[in-house]
């Protein structure tokens, strides 16, 4: 069974920061580039940033220079910082996982989302 198990979302100010994780159990987290992405009422779910079984990261222009991502791999955890946090960030945040050898398309795996609400 895989289960990949969002946490950390909650309410806080804007300016503030939120650290999201998302542990993973069924997978060989080493074997799977990792991804956050969100979904604001009335919106399509949306790409936010993204870290590779190699370490790479890349992140959508809105976030770049706030969030950071990051993975640990002996934890079978990826994370999501989150700072300097604007009210345009609320959403909920999913976690995904697709294993490397995956068809470019194939939508991999998804967490069940953790939700982010920044007041103005």
């Known amino acids: 069974q895989v289960q990949l198990v969002e946490s950390g979302g909650g309410l806080v100010q804007a300016g503030g920061s939120l650290r999201l994780s998302c542990t993973t159990s069924?997978?060989?987290?080493?074997?799977?580039?990792m991804g956050w992405y969100r979904q604001a009422p009335g919106k399509q779910r949306e790409y936010v940033a993204s870290?590779?079984?190699?370490?790479?990261?890349n992140y959508v222009d809105p976030v770049r220079g706030r969030f950071t991502i990051s993975r640990d791999n002996a934890k079978n955890t990826v994370y999501l910082q989150m700072n300097s946090l604007k009210p345009e960030d609320t959403a909920v945040y999913y976690c995904?996982?697709?294993?490397?050898?995956?068809?470019?398309?194939?939508?991999?795996?998804w967490g069940q989302g953790t939700q982010v609400t920044v007041s103005s």
């Open positions: 069924g997978i060989i987290f080493r074997f799977n580039d």
């Open positions: 870290i590779t079984s190699g370490g790479i990261t």
């Open positions: 995904n996982a697709r294993h490397i050898r995956l068809p470019t398309g194939a939508p991999g795996y």
